[in-house]
């Protein structure tokens, strides 16, 4: 009563986006224990039929969409089992109309897996690719040093190096550079990756296998590219050698 001033009766007052025609007024209610809510909320609600206040205030929905449903299985094996079951039932109730798309984590991860490997497939193509490329720079090195150093082979075999010392020499070299270069590469991908995850505030962990794996391919390299280059250096013929300007 305290909203208007004067008459109360037939007035009318709004709720929300409705009106109402105020048909009687409530007296006070006292402070009592057997009510469940404090006295001052009854003494300011406002009362109207329930079926009013359902049609008025909070009409129902006619139709409400449902963006996502899941349904959960006792166990992954059984997601495809329970796709293949309520698949048939959903265009039943929807008269036919395919407008749902079912979702299986098992086919998710399925779909992850062929994924991953597809891109291991490409990441070890790059890797490879890249470890030919390097191999044939390694080589043009070692090549290129022989040419250098026909005298010095000349003179080793003539004081009594053997061809197959003259091979392990070049060798060696070859797997010593490569090695080098491994661990120039292994210490510039720790300096990346730390930096990286303390920029980005990422853990980073590092697997010593990987980093003993790539170790042995660069020796691997050196040994690949490196045995031809060795054999050529230790088929010159001394005297030859010895005579090069």
Known sequence: ???????????????????????????????????????????????????????????????????????????LERTLWAKRAIGPVLRTLHRGVDDVELVAPEEILQQKRETQSILNIVLISIAAISLVVGGIGVMNIMLANIMERIGEIGLRRAIGASRADIRDQFLVESVIICFSGGVIGVLFGYIVAFLVGLGFGLEVAFAWEATLVAFALSMLVGLAFGLWPALRASSIHPVEALQHE
């Open 1 to 75: 009563a305290r909203a208007f001033d004067g008459p109360v009766l037939g007035r009318r007052v709004r709720i929300g986006y409705a009106y109402f025609e105020v048909v009687g007024v409530l007296g006070p209610k006292p402070a009592r224990r057997d009510l469940p809510l404090d006295p001052g909320i009854y003494n300011r609600a406002v009362i109207v039929p329930f079926d009013t206040a359902i049609e008025t205030l909070a009409p129902a929905e006619p139709y409400k969409e449902v963006d996502v449903l899941s349904i959960e299985v006792d166990t």
